[in-house]
Structures are given as C-alpha cells and as structure tokens.
C-alpha cells in the first residue's frame, strides 16, 4: 500500500530538548517536504527535497532542519524547540510532475511546553 | 507569485443542501489544481484535479469541480451534502517548481 509514514502522531516536550520526527514513504518519490498547520493560517511549508541530498527552504524555515540521506526518508529536526513550534505537522511526497498528486502523513502533533 | 484564495473560512450547509466551496488562484501559466481534504485527525488526501483534459472535474464522493479560465475559479461543489462530508478542503495550484500553492482552506459544517 503506497503510503507516507510519519512518527510520532503525538509529542509533549519542552523548550530546548532537540527532538526529531520520522517521515518515510514507499513509493520511490523524488520529491519530499514538511508542512506546519496552525489554525486561520493553512498549510505553510517548511523545507522541501527534490531528490537525495538536495533541500531548500520552504517558508518557515527558521528553527528547523531536515536531512535526506536516503531517497524514503526525510526527518525533521528541532534542534531547540520553542512553543512558537507547536503545531500539527505534516510530511508529504509526491513525483516531479506537474500534475502528480502529494501523499501526506497523518500528521504529528507537537506541543512545546 | 501564483497565489490561491480560498473565500470563507468556514462554510455551514444543512444536511441533503448544495455544497458549493470557492476557489480562485492567480497564474500566468495554465495552472494545475487540485482540492484536497482533511477529515479530523487525519492527513489530507487528494479530493480532485484538473490537469487540462477537461473543464469539469469529478472526484471521489460525489465531488466535482469546473475549472473556469476566465474567471480564473475552480470551485467545489457537491449536489447533496452528507455528515461524513465534515472536513476541512484544501484548494492548491502547481507552481512551475513542483511547488503546491496552498489556500488557507475551508471547514465545512454540515447541519443536521
């Protein structure tokens, strides 16, 4: 089943312990990136990836990092978390079409306490 | 810049009423469209898009969607809204970097 799997769906941490969030798929997509949802403000991407060792800034990048090492795998990293950062996360992939459709995670929940 | 707006927050329907959600995106290219939705608790899954083949889009559950160039508009509608179409719908663009343009989205509330 062609799926994109984040962990984990809920964490509770506190400002400046360094945590990292898993996102994985299988469909050999080239194209990854994160998203942060917060209420009245949409979808605002973080970073994006178009293929293995190649990241950029999304909108909001400032306080977050991301790798990508292996072309499944994209983890998010808060190397100092804030409570600014608490949000609903979303991780997504797609191929490099024009017209493809964006797999997306189930979400992570953050809360920085 | 391509953008998308989204008119309306929050949208409330009655149960069996038409469901109708704007969308109107600016680009000076063909666009690629897509809505998306969220039902609560969950990722989004793609919905519809329109890829140029044909003006009038049909989705999953009963949506459809009709791209309008000159209008530049590419609304939602639904004949007969259902409880279980309670969700939050995402209208979003292709940019020319593979990049999806985002509205900021509309719950819809369906009323019993």
């Known amino acids: 089943e062609a799926q994109v799997t984040q962990n984990p769906r809920y964490l509770i941490t506190v400002t400046g312990k360094k945590l990292t969030v898993t996102c994985s798929q299988n469909m050999n997509h080239e194209y990854m990136s994160w998203y942060r949802q917060d209420p009245g403000l949409g979808l605002r991407q973080i970073y994006y990836s178009m293929n293995v060792e190649v990241t950029d800034k999304g909108d909001v990048p400032e306080g977050y990092k991301v790798s990508r090492k292996e072309k499944r795998n994209f983890p998010l990293i808060l190397e100092s978390p804030s409570p600014n950062q608490t949000s609903l996360y979303f991780c997504?992939?797609?191929?490099?079409?024009?017209?493809?459709?964006?797999?997306f995670g189930q979400g992570t929940r953050l809360t920085v306490v | 810049a391509q953008s998308v707006t989204q008119l309306g927050s929050h949208v409330s329907v009655s149960e069996g009423a038409l469901v109708l959600l704007r969308c109107n995106y600016s680009s000076s290219v063909p666009p690629y469209l897509f809505w998306y939705v969220q039902y609560p608790n969950q990722g989004l899954q793609l919905l519809l898009k329109?890829?140029?083949?044909a003006t009038l889009v049909k989705g999953i559950n009963g949506f459809e969607a009709e791209f309008k160039k000159s209008e530049t508009s590419f609304h939602l509608t639904k004949p007969s809204a259902h409880m279980s179409d309670a969700a939050e719908y995402f209208c979003a663009v292709s940019d020319s970097n593979y990049q999806l343009i985002w509205g900021a989205g509309t719950k819809l509330i369906i009323k019993p």
């Open positions: 329109y890829t140029s083949a």
């Open positions: 997504a992939s797609s191929s490099l079409l024009y017209d493809t459709e964006a797999f």
